[in-house]
């Protein structure tokens, strides 16, 4: 036979073989495409797991708020990170101690099982894997043969898409623990008091053996029920009997839920940016700052008679990190639930700054031009001063400080509003304009109020102000807070940092509030550069200042946005601010020019930012007044000298305008001579020895001596 007809008849054979072959290898590739096809078409539903509450951190790591998973279940992604290991260990002793070694479905527990079930003539146990128990949490079925063999093909696709730590993080997210109660956390959290980092020994078996019966050993009720499973898996994993507690805890408990406007915009925040890691919100918040800021918001609002509430924020100016957010009252309180913080509200005059600081880039004012406060039309548009006066000539500085409304629009004009509005928009901080259909953009109304904007942005643009005219996106986040000198990357050059100084300048020397003493009264108090706002109608009062560093922004109002008639920024919301700021100093937030010196009686023994208060009174018999200029005067000064004259005090008494001490040379028998060297609004303090002070505030006109036949006056 020649080698070519062996060769032949091995080809035909192997043909053949294939021909036999062929129908089964086919169906076998079939089924291969098929079951791949399905797994791919029909995954498990593993996103389940994905709706779960946060836990939310301050900046120390101390919890602030849990939140719910949506429906109201209490129910925490699990982190083996924060789980007590110990804890890991004794669950997979009792439910599945091949985990790691069986590929979703462990054949040799299916044969034990089945073994002593016909042995003892029933099912006496399962053989379900961690894996399958978590195939039907993620899909529950009645428990029947049909149901089994469903949880075990999803097992086997579960396996093909998540590593075993992946999967026991999925089960102990899910597994059931009574009632609404969900994943060990949150069990652990709601049972205990505590995370699940440091379980003890009873509470390890108490964790184990809920998932078997969650409802029958419920303890909160029934308590004996949840104590026997207890002790009978304390048994099983050899612990000693003297470990277990004699009763198990028969109570929930509520889980912490301070800060709640600050919570859900943290994780709002935290969910945008990609950072809410395994449920766990670590924030930039003072914990105990933002405590004591909530109460000072709550106690304003209870006292409120007219249903107003406020919302505060505290941002570090040079981060961008947020230390204290309050986004109302209190839940309880009028519209309690409304994050007013970021609500669009109309700002009233706290964008002037901003518009000033433009018009000092493009050079065409400076804190010493003088512009005209008088009466006046622009394009149609006729604003009017708060008091419905004009106070003629005035500086661009003294404008700012009395907030007049004419020389802002006019400024306004200079820069041009949509400039203006297109500048803050890259800034990040857009503004709300009216809707009237003709799509115009922003005017010159903005500059008193016409736009609005949320509290959470006129704190980012004042901060700005105080980073030097750089305006940097506010983050909730230490790992995304800018550095303070990376403008290119993190923040928007508003205005330059000589505009920005000189505009913080001004802020400093705006007049100070009733009942508290100019900063530059008291020793190491820095001034708080402030602007206050009043909305149209009264509708919306604000007040937002920097000092050292840290800028507060607070906004007082309805949060059904009702008008409050006679209640401006200045008498509503700047108080809260000041208090604001004293809290600070009291947890350490103080800049370090701040002094503590017993000795100087101009310092406030608890350490408030702006010292004593106007009316500080050591003892009663003591209490020192001014006599002249009363509180709310209008002098004609026609010799060029104001009288100043006080009663009462102790000792010599130390006179200042606007900050500013009075020339030892000027005193005349405890009162002082002082020359107004212009007309408007002045801020005179008198303080005795003691640190008593009263101050009243007076409008100062002087005399003309002659006119160039123009209208300008001659002095």
Known sequence: MTRGGVSARRDASVLSRLRRWSPALAGLISLVVAVVALDRIFPPPIDRADNAGALVYDREGRLLHVTPATGGVWRLPADLDAIDPAFVARLLEIEDKRFFRHGGVDPIAIGRATVNSMIAGRIVSGASTITMQAARLLEPRPRTIGSKVIEAIRALQIERRMTKREILELYLTLTPYGGNIEGVRAASMIYFGKDAARLSNAEQALLIALPQAPEARRPDRR???????????????????????????????????????????AIDAFERDGLNRRGAVNTTLHGALQRDFEAAISRKTKAAADGATAAAIAVDAATGQIIAYVGSGGLDAPGGWIDLARAIRSPGSTLKPFVYGLAFDDGDLNPDSVMNDAPRQFDGYAPENFDNRFRGEVRVRDALRQSLNVPAVEALQGVGARRFGASLAAAGAALTLPTNGKGEGAGLPTALGGAGIRLVDLAMLYAGLERGGVVGPLTFSLELAP??????????????????????????STPSLEGRVPAALVKGAPAVAYKTGTSYGFRDAFAVGSAGGLTIAVWVGRADGAARDGHTGRDAAAPVLFELFDIAARHGLAPAGQTSSDDDPHNAPDGRWLGVTATKVLDESRTITILHPANGAELFVDDGAVRLAARGGVGAVDWYVDGVRIAPEGQISGGALWMPSADGFYDITAVDASGASASARARVTLAQVGSNGDGAQLK
Do not use: C, Q, W
Request: aromatic share 2%; proline share 12%.
């Open 223 to 265: 308590p004996m029920a949840a104590l026997a499973g207890m002790t009978a898996i304390a048994g099983r994993l050899g612990m000693p009997p003297d470990a277990l507690p004699p009763v198990a805890p028969a109570r929930r408990r509520a889980p912490p839920r301070a800060a709640f406007h600050a919570t859900m915009a």
């Open 483 to 508: 550095g303070a000198s990376d403008e290119t990357v993190n923040g928007y050059r508003l205005m330059s940092a000589a505009s920005a100084r000189r505009i913080t300048a001004i802020l400093k």
